[in-house]
């Protein structure tokens, strides 16, 4: 395998162009999407995220390395994507209102796409009443939330009691993730399945459609 750590310091500087070349040549010489994803861009970005808590990287430095890594994630999706599997399950996904971190959530969407899934990425700030409303129009088998806000966290608690008033909890599994959220969460919020990662959200998920 390619050494992605060069790759990792890109994203850890916030440099686009050189995360762009990196994930470029990476893919070329064979490494697979996940692994670029995991082990280059995302260590990149705990590491901004340890800078930011210590007080040494401000809100610019994390604009600048979730911009690199945004680039970086389109040069890697189309490999992701182009699977030609017949669908397996409609999910429909988003990051709860109030949250604007949608970096890890456009990794579990890329994942569950190349993975068969027909996936309605709704974005990020989504407001509950329209994750309802999509559930129901699309007849979703899954509905995904990510939060990464210990503040915006009980959103998720706040949609599934909607799904319920609606009347659509039975029809639907949801699944929650995003770096604050646990296992112990998920259950007491009530929600079907939780997954720490994109890869487990792909192993979780065809478990929750029965594949
Ligand atoms: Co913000 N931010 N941020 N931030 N940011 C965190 C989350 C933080 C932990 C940084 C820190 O203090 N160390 C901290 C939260 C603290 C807390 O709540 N306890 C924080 C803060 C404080 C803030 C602001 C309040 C800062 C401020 O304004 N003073 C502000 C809030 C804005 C808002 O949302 N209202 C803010 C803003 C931002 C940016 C906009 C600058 C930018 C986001 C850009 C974007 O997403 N488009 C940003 C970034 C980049 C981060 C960090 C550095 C990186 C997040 C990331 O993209 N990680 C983050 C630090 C960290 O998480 N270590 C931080 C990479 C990504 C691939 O991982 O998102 O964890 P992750 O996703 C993983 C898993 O969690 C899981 O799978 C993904 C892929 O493997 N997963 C799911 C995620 N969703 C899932 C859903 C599933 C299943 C699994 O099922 C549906």
Do not use: W
């Not at 790759?7 to 470029?24: F, H, M, N, P, W």
């Not at 340890?50 to 600048?64: A, C, N, Q, T, V």
């Amino acid at each position: 395998m390619v050494d992605l750590s060069p790759l990792s310091k890109a994203i850890e500087k916030g440099d686009r162009d050189k995360s762009v070349q990196l994930t470029t040549e990476a893919l070329s010489a064979g490494t697979s999407p996940q692994d670029i994803i995991t082990h280059g861009l995302q260590s990149g970005m705990g590491v901004v995220g340890g800078k930011f808590s210590s007080g040494e990287y401000f809100l610019p430095d994390m604009l600048m390395a979730a911009r690199a890594m945004n680039a970086a994630l389109e040069i890697v999706k189309p490999s992701l994507e182009k699977t030609g599997m017949p669908t397996i399950g409609k999910v429909v996904i988003g990051t709860v209102e109030g949250d604007m971190h949608d970096i890890g959530k456009n990794v579990v969407a890329t994942f569950l796409k190349g993975s068969g899934f027909e996936v309605f990425d709704l974005g990020l700030n989504v407001p509950d009443n329209k994750f309802i409303d999509e559930v129901r129009e699309k007849k979703a088998d899954i509905l995904g939330l990510s939060a990464l806000l210990t503040t915006t966290m009980p959103f998720m608690g706040r949609i599934i009691k909607a799904l319920e008033a609606a009347g659509l909890r039975s029809s639907v599994k949801v699944i929650v993730g995003g770096a604050p959220v646990t296992q112990d969460y998920a259950n007491y919020i009530g929600s079907d399945a939780y997954a720490h990662d994109g890869g487990k959200a792909i192993t979780v998920c065809k478990q929750l459609v029965g594949k």
